[in-house]
C-alpha cells in the first residue's frame, strides 16, 4: 500500500535504506567511534533511562489536579533537553532517536519543562478556541473586572492612610547551586521558597525565604510568614487590615490561615479582610517583583542558598532595595494545631449543594472573634454558618514545628557532592553538613 500510494519501487526503497545505514557508518568512523549495532530496544531503554535521571521539582501551582512529571527549571525548552541528549548519546555511543521518536517518548512519560502557570486562564483559551458560550465568558470577564475596581478601591484607601493593604503570593520554586556547567542539568539541586509581601501604600515588598532543609510548604509554613508581616509592619496604627492574593487553597484559602487571621484580629484588636483574585487574571504587585528577580538571576551563579539574599536586595532600587528575611527551622512555628482552632472549617455551606470554600471571594476576621464571607464582591458580608468555638486566646501559644533542621532525600545528597567539584572550597561545608536520609 506504501510503495503504491506512492509509486515507488521496492528496490529503490531498499537501495536508500542501504545508503542511509552505510552514510551513519562513514559517520561514525569520521568522529573517531566504533561503529556498535544497537538493537530498538535498547536504544529505547538508554532514552529512558535518560529522562529517568533528570532531575525532577513539584510544581507548587498544580499538585494536585495534574499527574505531569515536571523537570527542573534548568532545561530551557524541550530543544535544549534534545541538544543534551544527543550529546549524552555521542559520550555513550549509541544512535539518537530522531526529535520526533524523542518528543513522543517525553509525552508518553507524561514529563513537562517546568513553566509556572497560575496566570493562565483555562476560561479564556476556552472562549478564545470556541469552546466556551458567549454568555459564560462575559460573566468570568465580569467578575475579573470586578475583583480589580475592588483591588484599586482599597489601594486608594491605603494611599489616604485609611487602611494597610498588601498583595502575596509564592515565586516559583528557585534551585541552589545554579551553575553554567554540563554536569548541572543531571544533578538534583536544593529547592529554595519565596514568599513575598507587597504593601500598596509605600511600595515596601519583604521576600521571606527559606531552602527545603529549613522548612516544608505546609499552610502552616505561609501562615506563619504572614502574621510575622503582619506583627512587624501593622501595629503601629490601629488601621483595618486587608489581603489579596490567588486562591490557592493550601496556602491562602484554609481553615489554619483563617484561624490564625482570626487570633491576630482579637489579640491586636483589628478588622482584617482577605480577598481573592478571580482565577486566571492573579495578577499582582508583587508578581512584578518576582519579574525583576527572575531577570537578576539570569546567567548568575549562585553556590548557597544565602546568596538570594543579595539578588534579591539588588533586584530593586526604587524606591527602596526589596527587604529579605531568611528563615531557619526555628522559625516555623505550627498553626496546625486542632485545639486553638476557632471555627474547625470556613465553607460557607453545610449541606451538598451548599458553596464550599473555593466559592468564596472575601472573607473579615473581626476583634469579636467572628468570620464573615461573600460568595461575590457585591454581596454583603454574613456571618460564617459554624458555631465558633469558646476558647482562652491568652493561653494559647504556638510551638515550633520543627525542633530540628530537616532531611532532604539521600540522593538528593550525593548529586549535590557531585557538583561541589565546581563550587569554590568554602562552600562546601555547607553542602556536607545538609541533613539527608540514610542509604
Known amino acids: ?32 567511534h566504533t561503529p556498535q549495532v544497537h538493537k530498538n530496544e535498547d536504544r529505547k531503554s538508554h532514552l529512558k533511562q535518560f529522562f529517568d535521571d533528570l532531575p525532577k521539582q513539584p510544581s507548587h501551582y498544580c499538585r494536585k489536579v495534574t499527574s505531569k512529571i515536571y523537570l527542573e527549571q534548568s532545561f530551557q525548552s524541550k530543544s535544549h533537553l534534545y541538544k543534551l541528549y544527543k550529546e549524552k548519546c555521542v559520550e555513550d555511543k549509541i544512535e539518537a532517536y530522531t526529535r520526533f521518536s524523542f518528543s513522543c517518548l517525553f509525552d508518553d512519560m507524561k514529563l513537562s519543562i517546568f513553566r509556572p502557570r497560575k496566570d493562565e486562564c483555562d476560561i479564556c483559551y476556552s472562549y478564545k478556541i470556541k469552546l466556551l458560550s458567549e454568555d459564560d465568558y462575559n460573566k468570568h470577564v465580569a467578575k475579573k473586572n470586578r475583583v480589580q475596581l475592588e483591588k484599586n478601591k482599597n489601594k486608594e484607601e491605603a494611599l489616604h492612610d485609611q487602611v494597610y493593604t498588601f498583595t502575596m503570593d509564592t515565586q516559583a520554586v528557585k534551585l541552589c547551586p545554579m551553575l553554567n556547567v554540563n554536569a548541572f542539568y543531571y544533578k538534583t539541586k536544593l529547592l529554595i521558597h519565596n514568599f513575598t509581601v507587597y504593601d500598596l501604600q509605600s511600595r515596601k515588598c519583604v521576600n521571606y525565604i527559606w531552602n527545603e532543609s529549613e522548612g516544608d510548604l505546609s499552610a502552616s509554613a505561609f501562615t506563619m510568614c504572614l502574621i510575622k508581616h503582619l506583627t512587624a509592619n501593622c501595629l503601629a496604627a490601629k ?78 532600587s526604587n524606591p527602596t532595595p526589596l527587604d529579605v528575611c531568611y528563615l531557619t527551622y526555628k522559625d516555623f512555628l505550627n498553626y496546625d494545631d486542632k485545639t486553638s482552632f476557632i471555627y474547625n472549617s470556613i465553607r460557607p455551606g453545610r449541606v451538598p449543594y451548599d458553596p464550599v470554600v473555593t466559592n468564596l471571594r472575601a472573607l473579615k476576621y473581626t476583634p469579636e472573634g467572628r468570620i464573615f464571607y461573600k460568595i461575590d464582591f457585591d454581596d454583603d458580608y454574613k456571618e460564617l454558618p ?43 561545608a555547607f553542602y556536607d553538613l545538609l541533613p539527608h536520609d540514610n542509604e
Open 239 to 316: 488601621k483595618p487590615i486587608i489581603l489579596f492574593s490567588d486562591g490557592c487553597c493550601y496556602q491562602n484559602r484554609n481553615s489554619i490561615l483563617s484561624n490564625a487571621l482570626l487570633h491576630f484580629a482579637i489579640d491586636h484588636n483589628v478588622t482584617i479582610e482577605q480577598k481573592y483574585l478571580e482565577k486566571g487574571h492573579t495578577q499582582m504587585e508583587c508578581d512584578a517583583v518576582h519579574s525583576r528577580i527572575e531577570r537578576k538571576l539570569k546567567r548568575r551563579v549562585t553556590q548557597l542558598p544565602s546568596e538570594y539574599i543579595s539578588v534579591i536586595r539588588e533586584a530593586r
Open 386 to 428: 459554624h458555631r465558633p468555638k469558646a476558647i482562652n486566646i491568652k493561653a494559647i501559644s504556638f510551638r515550633r514545628v520543627f525542633q530540628q533542621r530537616l532531611k532532604i532525600k539521600y540522593c538528593k545528597w550525593i548529586h549535590l557532592q557531585h557538583l561541589k567539584q565546581h563550587l569554590t572550597p568554602d562552600t562546601h
Open 1 to 32: 500500500m506504501f510503495l503504491g500510494t506512492l509509486g515507488l519501487k521496492e528496490k529503490m526503497i531498499h537501495s536508500w535504506i542501504k545508503k542511509s545505514i552505510c552514510g551513519m557508518v562513514d559517520k561514525a568512523k569520521k568522529l573517531g
